[in-house]
């Protein structure tokens, strides 16, 4: 028999267009870590913020538009281009710069600016992340991604690194004019998963979105007998789902045919809203037999070690 876990916390968001449901959820979701100088979405949003997205409910195209000019294969180009949308839609801000390098003398890369715009007329330095990590054992520093091939700890160091990038003397050449020595925040978004649901430890957020983490053979925790699934492919791991009735399985049957998976993959439980739909009310990843292998996991250990967040 399935166990049934109620998630402690929810996040709910009121539009229907999946587009506009990400971007909604890059500008709105709680941060899952404090890098110190963290981006409110109340600052992203500004005065204008939910009356654009309430229009963009009722017409996604310029949305849509923009997305299929650039289509994306990765999720963090996906969430990039997202708020690229909004920085370029958004009245109080000016989108002045994105993805730009910054190289030493000698042509080494030494950073890249996620974006630089005016905020309010205030020259910023924009870092984003969308992360998502399990937690192996109890503390941050045993969060790591699911093809582990990435770390929290690494995540949060070089998050800290980029944050001072503006003050890099390499910066001053690329930089433009109004921007030397700016302030430089973070907009981070993400899930965090865990096998058991312990208070978060600072600096994880208290609020942070959580996931579980169960393996993938055995009943996964469930919130209703009413529920249902799916597979969430990478470019859906943003928002919680919303689907149509007719693409949701039974949990026995799309855990037969994830069976055959070899690393963890993300599902949603999901419970109906009428009109034929379904929302996600819960989340995780259902790892494999003889996950995490070992020798990549010691790689990554490996990568860690001395790596400070100061």
Request: net charge neutral; hydrophobic share 45%; proline share 9%.
């Amino acid at each position: 028999m399935s166990t049934t876990a109620s998630p402690e916390r929810s996040f709910y968001l009121p539009f229907t267009q999946p587009a506009l449901r990400d971007l909604a959820f890059l500008l709105t979701a709680p941060a899952p870590w404090d890098s110190g100088s963290n981006l409110s979405p109340q600052r992203l949003l500004g005065r204008d913020g939910p009356a654009l997205l309430a229009a963009l409910e009722q017409d996604p195209a310029p949305l849509n538009a923009w997305l299929a000019a650039q289509p994306c294969r990765r999720l963090g180009h996906y969430a990039e281009r997202l708020l690229a949308f909004w920085f370029q839609l958004a009245p109080h801000i000016e989108l002045v710069a994105a993805n730009l390098p910054v190289s030493d003398a000698g042509g080494r890369t030494v950073g890249e600016f996620d974006f630089l715009v005016r905020l309010d007329g205030e020259p910023l330095h924009v870092e984003t992340a969308s992360k998502f990590y399990l937690q192996l054992g109890r503390g941050p520093d045993t969060l790591i991604g699911p093809s582990l091939r990435d770390a929290w700890l690494l995540k949060a160091a070089k998050l800290q690194a980029q944050l001072r990038l503006v003050h890099h003397p390499a910066a001053r050449r690329v930089l433009p004019a109004g921007f030397a020595d700016c302030a430089s925040q973070a907009r981070l978004a993400g899930w965090f998963f865990y096998s058991q649901m312990l208070a978060p430890q600072p600096p994880l957020a208290a609020d942070q979105l959580q996931g579980w983490i169960s393996p993938v053979w055995q009943d996964w925790p469930s919130c209703s007998p009413a529920s249902r699934w799916i597979w969430l492919p990478r470019l859906q791991w943003l928002a919680p789902a919303r689907v149509r009735d007719d693409t949701v399985r039974e949990q026995h049957s799309l855990r037969q045919e994830l069976l055959q998976a070899a690393v963890p993959q993300l599902v949603a439980e999901l419970l109906p809203v009428g009109d034929g739909y379904w929302e996600e009310v819960a989340r995780g990843f259902v790892v494999p037999s003889g996950w995490p292998e070992q020798a990549a996991l010691q790689q990554l250990l490996a990568s860690m070690a001395g790596c400070s967040l100061g």
